[in-house]
């Protein structure tokens, strides 16, 4: 299966620009169907206290947006989007969407970024989520996640997932904490990792890229760098299971 991680400098709170931004990077990549695309947290606003600027409401127009490149690139899109819940507190969410616009997956950020403030915005997931395509089982997680191993080894223990993505606003400062987490995941749960971090900066924050994939033995197969940009790399199912099988580290859990 091919992986795809879309890189953008988003606009500071403007959904058309980054819908915009998200199409050219993807018209330029080598996008093959059954591909499975992945977009930054809050891929169309950065990452806003603002929920009212953020908020799909009821038209959804960042989600049917990723329901549309879904469709044009027979492709699975995984889209960082807000909604809110019935106490009008945000839902940081990862959504993903079939070629047919069916939703497979809907999760939301279980560990709210304490140190911004996010906890007073946004409400906290309970659970992780998964879903499949393309023969392959998918974990979704967002930024701040990364930092808590133990989210991830609570979904691998009941769901064995061979891919695990990671949408991020991750900042600059901290840019080696982010590719050292990744690879750590990988290793750690014998899987691939997809981590999609913006770059460029908002109001607060620079961002450095560094999108990467990674392969279940931690080796970083791409790195986006510091640019805007579409990054590629296949899965080795077959691979993966035989990797699994001859060294069973996941069967060791207690």
Known sequence: MQLIACQLDIEWENKPANYD???????????????????????????????AAADEGDMRPSEAFARKIAASFNACVIAGVVNTNADGKGLNQSVAFDPQGDELVRYDKMQPFVHGQEDRHYATGNTPKVFSWQSHTIASYICYDLRFPEIFRQCVREHRPHVITVIASWPAARVEHWVTLLRARAIENQAYVVGVNRCGNDPSLDYPGRSVIVDPQGNVLVDAGDVECAISAETDLDGLLTYRQKLPFLDDMR
Not at 23 to 51: K, S, Y
Request: glycine share 6%; charged share 15%.
């Open 21 to 51: 931004k998200v199409q050219a990077l993807l018209e330029c990549a080598d996008v093959r169907p059954g591909a499975l695309i992945v977009l930054p947290e809050m891929f169309a606003t950065g990452f806003t206290m603002n929920v």
